[in-house]
């Protein structure tokens, strides 16, 4: 996936401070280098403006049975089935550009990620299927992040292909949103809008997104940018 890049930077400061003050300059961190970042035109949720609309509400009612856990990075269940699952999302949604090795890095190496928090999606076992079996095998779905005391990046979405789960792609977009919300977060970071494929980002209220200079709220300007 090729990414919109308007500068680049490589940070050695970590703390939430420094984090959030380059994510409001429109910076993201990537799944290159410890420590990389890329300015862009970043999407953001303020989170005091969000509220569902009624289709936010059909989309988590088709995903009711679906529950979500944040867990810390390192992921300390981390098995190859993960990775082989991100692999196979990224490579039949995208083409080749995610191999497991990576996603395997990202969970598991906090020398080389950037990221420090993994959503976990599974089937509640009150719910279809799920009853008896493990974490690994009741997971549908992971989202590597970024949390801090402000923020929620919610960077690399993944799930599995062949659940019969209606919407679950945007049903975990959706959780992680309100979870957030309920941490106390600011804001959820959506990454770039830079293909006309991420178009289905804009459907939120209390969207901005980063223009070079500023944070804006003209989304009917944004739409404008692919048509």
């Given at each position: 996936m090729a990414y919109l890049k308007w500068d680049e930077k490589t940070i050695t400061d970590f703390s939430d401070q420094n984090i959030n003050s380059l994510y409001h300059q429109g910076y993201l961190f990537g799944r290159t280098g410890k420590g990389e970042m890329y300015q862009t035109?970043?999407?953001?949720?303020?989170?005091?403006?969000f509220v569902l609309s009624s289709e936010n509400r059909r989309v988590l009612k088709k995903t009711e049975d679906v529950k979500l856990e944040a867990c810390p990075l390192?992921?300390?269940?981390?098995h190859f089935n993960i990775g082989k699952l991100g692999k196979d999302f990224y490579d039949t949604k995208f083409g080749s550009v995610f191999s497991a090795n990576k996603i395997k890095e990202l969970l598991t190496?906090?020398?080389k990620s950037n990221f420090n928090c993994v959503l976990v999606y599974t089937l509640d076992d009150s719910?279809?299927?799920a009853k008896g079996r493990s974490p690994l095998q009741s997971a549908v779905g992971y989202a590597i992040c970024l949390q801090t005391n402000e923020l929620l990046h919610y960077c690399y979405p993944f799930y599995n292909l062949k659940t019969k789960i209606p919407n679950l792609g945007l049903g975990m977009m959706l959780k992680a949103i309100l979870w957030a919300k309920e941490a106390g977060k600011k804001y959820v970071y959506l990454g770039s809008f830079s293909r006309p494929t991420d178009k289905y980002k804009l459907q939120f209220e209390g969207l901005q997104w980063w223009d070079k200079t500023k944070w804006k709220i003209d989304i009917t300007e944004l739409k404008l940018i692919f048509n």
């Open positions: 035109r970043s999407l953001r949720i303020d989170l005091s403006k390192p992921y300390a269940d981390y190496d906090k020398n719910g279809v299927g």
